[in-house]
């Protein structure tokens, strides 16, 4: 934004201080002629003082405090004119004295200033009207934007608190229409009349500033109507600051000519303040009553107004209205807010096609939040904002979303709003608006809303419990666990750098799911086996991004435990389920086994060695058919792993520990089966103590050895033996 440099500031601070001079000197001489009771050449000293408000040097930031001081010495005026007047001077004959000052600027000045003493002392209320409008109509012999504007606010800002607020006798409190009816007495009618006027002027003397001037200084112009708004803005408050001001006159009056004036002056700086100050002053009642032609009005603005402030505004002000928890009102049952406000944002996309797509979306979030908290009860509103979102991206033909962009984040704020609302997974993953836009998002910014998601459904202990909740959860989140075309992982991973920083974002959001899906559980083991399929197909899903590996030792591991679990369920539950050990063989024989296959085929020799024996030691405590012979095969596996795949000493030491302990505990053995895998093991930590540095410690070893070797030797025997004998 344009400013003054250096130079020019010192250049007014001089000027601001030579007038500030002049004013505080002819100031003094003022109040010393009023104290003599030398009334005349007071006005005199005034008019003078008055005078250095004609200048055209200063900025309006300057202007301002010249006026600002000037203003404070005319409160001793008025002051002083009241106190004349209780002495028994007529008022009247000093209104139209002080209009044959020489200059028209302090002439108007004083003019302003002895009307509002003549308002003040005028008993019968009758001649408020006159002199109000008088005041008001003589103001446009000022035409210069910058003296007018502060002049005029001059007379709305020493106004405001003496205006006519009675309702005329026999006058409904809604009848604006015929205020020439309400009588010989001012009335509430007139200062709305008064103010509208003044407002109406203001507004022309404000836009008008814009085209003043050369084009190069057209940036600094537009600052310096920026610095005078709220001068505008003052008529509005004064008039949302009236007492008998009722809704019928502002639907019926007082809108139509604000808004008209709005949309007249062409101007989006004028169109998007004064738009939004409107909401701001008038009460909730005002907006309910009126919002339809408030609304219909934002559709005839200038094309580069923020719409989406506008609009974001006033579904603030209605949503905090409607909550009546927090002390709103309500929204009443007939009036629609959803609908009224879904149509015009439709409407104002079409009729301002130069809207940048990100206001677009902040509109579409705002109507979303509108839908959330006025609506809480039904999501299918805040389905209907998704999808017609993912229409608009569409119409835009915008594919994807880079990351960081200003859309982009517009649209990750808006997707975090339900989110955070309902605090239900399941109840996102039903919206079939939320997954389509999510895919507009680039990876980075996509697989962060899935792990915030994650993180909210871990938060609020949400439970997925069938297939169909299962399918759509793990769809929903697939950007943690599939490959995606733009993650970038295979590129990093060809370039010869590892893909290290990308790698260890993945396995922490894997890291994550596998924490959730945990949650995936049905009272029904039946069912649970059918979601852990489901769950088998989404998570095994082929990767050829070179991260299937770093993803799947994180769920498969998880799933894996899940299925063991369910094994155990069913055998708790055998008497009421005859196929219970079928049941156990298919999901530990042959689900974890494909499972724990898979581990083996990405090299997770280590872990995959881990899961065999995990299975072993479950299908130990699981008395079905042929559960020695499973138990016999997950060891041998097991064995083969370490024998084969894993060649480093450490790591071998920890695999022998972990075989031995494991066999250790095993009680489904015969002699026959328990002899082929002791002997391989004995022989393996026989290895492991030879080779093992002394840091290691070989006593773990070495006490589990004597304790293989003593349970088979001292008379140790399996289960199956202990029945047979």
């Not at 719409?307 to 009443?332: D, F, H, V, W, Y």
């Amino acid at each position: 934004m344009a400013s003054l440099n250096a130079a020019q500031v010192k250049e007014q601070e001089m000027i601001l201080d030579e007038a500030k001079a002049n004013v505080a000197t002819q100031a003094f001489e003022m109040k010393r002629c009023l104290d003599k009771s030398k009334l005349m050449d007071g006005l005199k000293h005034a008019s003078i003082m008055l005078s250095e408000l004609k200048t055209s040097l200063l900025a309006p930031k300057y202007y301002y405090e010249l006026y600002t001081s000037i203003a404070d010495e005319m409160r001793h005026l008025e002051q002083y004119l009241l106190d004349e007047y209780r002495k028994g001077r007529r008022v009247e004959d000093l209104y139209e004295l002080v209009q044959y000052a020489g200059n028209i600027l302090p002439r108007l000045y004083l003019l302003v200033t002895v009307g509002v003493v003549y308002i003040q002392t005028e008993e019968q209320h009758s001649l408020a009207r006159d002199i109000l409008r008088d005041m008001v109509e003589m103001c446009r012999g000022i035409q210069h934007p910058l003296r007018g504007l502060f002049l005029r606010n001059y007379l709305i800002q020493t106004t405001k608190n003496i205006l006519p607020e009675r309702l005329p006798p026999n006058c409904a409190a809604g009848d604006a229409d015929n205020p020439e009816e309400t009588g010989p007495s001012s009335s509430v009618h007139d200062s709305i009349d008064y103010i509208l006027m003044n407002f109406t002027e203001m507004t022309k003397l404000w836009v008008r500033m814009q085209y003043q001037g050369h084009t190069k200084d057209r940036l600094l112009r537009e600052q310096d109507r920026r610095d005078l708004k709220q001068l505008v803005g003052a008529n509005l408050y004064a008039l949302s600051s009236l007492e008998n001001l009722h809704v019928d006159m502002y639907k019926n009056k007082v809108l139509p000519i604000i808004l008209a004036q709005v949309v007249n002056s062409r101007d989006a700086l004028a169109q998007e303040y004064l738009m939004e100050v409107i909401i701001h002053v008038f009460p909730d009642e005002f907006h309910l009553a009126t919002l339809q032609t408030y609304l219909d009005a934002c559709s005839s603005l200038h094309e580069d107004v923020d719409m989406n402030s506008i609009i974001t505004t006033l579904i603030k002000r209605l949503t905090a209205m409607a909550n009546e928890e927090q002390g709103g009102i309500g929204i009443p049952s007939e009036l629609q807010l959803f609908s009224v406000f879904s149509e015009k944002i439709e409407q104002i996309i079409k009729t301002l096609p130069k809207t940048p797509i990100e206001k677009i979306i902040g509109m579409q979030a705002s109507l979303l939040s509108l839908a959330l908290n006025c609506y809480s009860d039904k999501p299918e509103y805040v389905n209907i904002v998704l999808q017609s979102t993912n229409t608009i991206f569409t119409n835009f033909n915008i594919d994807k979303l880079q990351a960081n962009s200003k859309v982009a984040t517009e649209l990750s704020n808006m997707l975090r709003l339900p989110i955070d609302h309902y605090n239900d997974l399941l109840l996102v993953a039903d919206m079939t608006g939320f997954s389509p836009l999510l895919n507009f998002l680039d990876w980075k910014p996509r697989k962060d809303l899935c792990c915030y998601l994650t993180e909210n459904a871990l938060k609020h202990a949400c439970l997925v419990s069938d297939v169909e909740k299962t399918n759509k959860v793990l769809e929903l989140l697939q950007t943690m666990y599939k490959e995606q075309r733009d993650c970038g992982l295979a590129e990093e991973l060809a370039s010869g750098d590892g893909g290290g920083s990308m790698l260890e974002d993945i396995e922490w959001d894997v890291c994550l799911l596998a924490k959730f899906l945990h949650n995936f559980h049905s009272d029904d083991p039946n069912v649970q086996y059918l979601m852990l399929q489901a769950a088998k197909d989404h998570l095994l899903a082929e990767v050829k991004d070179g991260g299937g590996a770093a993803r799947r030792q994180y769920t498969v591991p998880a799933v894996t435990f899940i299925a063991l679990q369910l094994a155990i369920r069913f055998h708790s539950i055998k008497d009421k389920d005859e196929v219970w050990g079928k049941k156990c063989q298919k999901i530990v024989g042959s689900y974890c086994k494909q499972l724990v296959d898979t581990l083996v085929g990405d090299e997770k020799a280590e872990l995959a060695l881990r899961m065999f024996l995990q299975c072993a030691l479950v299908v130990d405590r699981l008395p079905f058919d042929q559960h020695e012979v499973l138990a016999y095969e997950f060891f041998s596996q097991a064995l083969a792993l370490y024998e084969d795949a894993i060649s480093e000493s450490r790591a071998q030491f920890a695999a022998i520990q972990l075989i031995m302990c494991s066999l250790q505990q095993m009680t489904c053995f015969a002699e026959e089966n328990h002899e082929p895998l002791r002997t391989p093991v004995h022989a393996g930590s026989q290895q492991a103590v030879q080779e093992a540095r002394p840091s290691q410690g070989c006593g773990p070893v070495r006490t589990s050895l004597l304790g293989l070797h003593g349970d088979r030797c001292g008379g140790r025997t399996s289960a199956r033996e202990q029945e047979s004998g």
